[in-house]
């Protein structure tokens, strides 16, 4: 009689079988699904509020979705500059990431090399962190003015925080025993913060940098609603609608503004799923 033969299974160091792993566009729709829940969850609320909780004189409050985007998106004279402020904004964004991501990380970088160092500059990161940001933009629009290098500042101060304290938590997250054996082998500074702090700290680096490319695209929007001087911004086009009352065109830059966000937060998502899910099992 044949013996029968078990299926062979890959087995990692830990004991537990290896489970076959699912086609990347499987996992990207069950990626994907919670959000497209969430954006019909919101579809189907404004249309119960504008026709079952308004009434036909007050539905000009929260018109429902196909009339305040056939409105603003069908008139060239309400799109055009409504996309052309929103590129403006997209621009200072990106910019005011980039900078908050360089000084984000090289202060975390500084205040790991020292436990002193760490004490002196850490609480001028939480004093930034804390200031209301509307108390600074008169003083950043009086000191820089109101045009694009203001309004990055303003991007800056907001997403500056969540990149040093993850940025530093990643950094100290080494172990103790790989910090002896670099100790036993005479490694320099350097050599332990390239070889062994960095790598340790990049899935910290990703999660601080997903917060960090929200919180940029709030700051855009508060630097362009209060910086009225020069080409607007999409917060600028915002605080026109509100103060005429035009809400076709008002919801539907707020919606333009909540894609663009989610847009960048995906994005960043991607990336460390690219990056960091395959070397670190995120």
Known sequence: M?????????????GSPTAPSRPWWRSALARSA???AAVAGIVVIWYAVS????????????????EAFGVALGNPRIAGPMFEAL????AVALVGLVVAVVLGIA?????????WAERILYPYAVIL????ILALV?????????????????CVIIALFPMISNTLFGLQSASRDAHDVLTLNRATRWQRLVKLQLPAAVPAIFTGLRNAAGLSVIGVIVADFYFQQGDPGIGGLLRLYTTKLQMEALFTAITLTALFGVLVFSAFALADRLVVGRRYGR
């Open 2 to 14: 044949t013996a029968l033969v078990e299926p062979t299974r890959t087995v990692p160091d830990d």
């Open 34 to 36: 919670p959000i497209a």
């Open 51 to 66: 026709y079952l909780v308004l009434s036909p004189s007050q539905r000009f409050l929260l018109p429902p979705p196909h």
């Open 87 to 90: 590129g403006r904004s997209a």
């Open 107 to 115: 202060y975390a970088v500084v205040m790991s090399q020292s436990s």
């Open 129 to 132: 962190q804390t200031i209301p």
């Open 138 to 154: 008169p003083l950043i629009g009086i000191w820089l003015g109101y045009a694009f290098t203001a309004r990055v500042v303003v």
